[in-house]
């Protein structure tokens, strides 16, 4: 298989808690061509108090990291968003265009606090839809609410968000609880898409056990349904059909 685009992908080395130096970048980005990835957008982090990164200070480094890796062999094709922690600093961030949605522009990566969701993520993520951004949802099978109401999802999904999982949960990367809700979500059809979520090289082995995993358990079309067709759809802005 191939054709496949990483829509969450922590590869600019130094700039969070990913990749830590050009090496290591290049082990996870030729890990993920090995598995027929042909794009990856980087999404370093922005989380105000931990990963203090601006939207030019993201910039800057991923041209960096970019011009960097001329000098490697062919990878897949880097593009960059970020992982936005969805708090009252990055909230306004984004709406006054500080942020760095997904290329394009239709639609935006979101972190949440891994114990519960603001009370009020429904307004804003509304006010997301408003100004045009459709709002993606990060490893929803990681936090802790959704473990024992999956409903508080769909819920989300109704408001206009899409569901991104992270690949290595199906085979219990995170544990027992985000594998089984992660199965759980999968099973519903509440997923647009997948991605790897690489920090490390073993992030990626764990990406590929897990669409193994999906083959075996869905088949081939689902692989591609979550893997190619997706993330291109997100890219795009559309909701599931």
């Known amino acids: ?47 105000p108090g931990l990963f203090d990164n601006s939207k030019a200070m993201l910039i800057d480094a991923f041209e960096t ?17 970020c992982e936005h922690y969805f708090d009252d600093v990055v909230f306004r961030s984004l709406m006054a265009g500080e942020g760095l949605p997904y290329p394009g522009e239709r639609s935006v990566l979101l972190e949440f606090y891994s114990t519960d969701f603001p009370l009020t993520v429904d307004h804003r993520l509304a006010d997301l839809r408003r100004r045009g951004l459709m709002p993606v949802i990060a490893h929803p099978e990681r ?7 999956p409903d508080i999802l769909e819920r989300l ?9 992270d690949a290595g949960a199906l085979i219990g990367r995170y544990g027992k609880k985000p594998q089984k809700c992660a199965r759980a979500l999968l099973e519903r059809g509440m997923y647009r898409a997948a991605c790897s979520d690489a920090h490390r090289l073993n992030d990626v082995e764990a990406t590929a056990k897990s669409i193994a995993w999906i083959a075996n358990e869905y088949g081939g079309d689902e692989v591609a349904e979550l893997f190619s067709i997706g993330p291109q759809a997100i890219l795009d802005g559309q909701l599931l059909p």
């Open 1 to 47: 298989m191939s054709g496949f685009i990483d829509l969450h992908c922590h590869c600019i080395p130094g700039i969070d808690d990913g990749a830590r130096n050009l090496e290591e970048s290049a082990q996870i980005l030729g890990a993920l061509e090995s598995l027929g990835f042909t794009r990856v957008v980087a999404t370093p982090h922005m989380r």
């Open 65 to 81: 990291f970019h011009a960097q890796m001329q000098s490697e062999p062919p990878r897949p094709l880097l593009q960059l968003s």
């Open 143 to 149: 936090y802790e609410p959704l473990w024992k109401s």
């Open 157 to 165: 999904l109704d408001i206009g968000c899409v569901a991104l999982l």
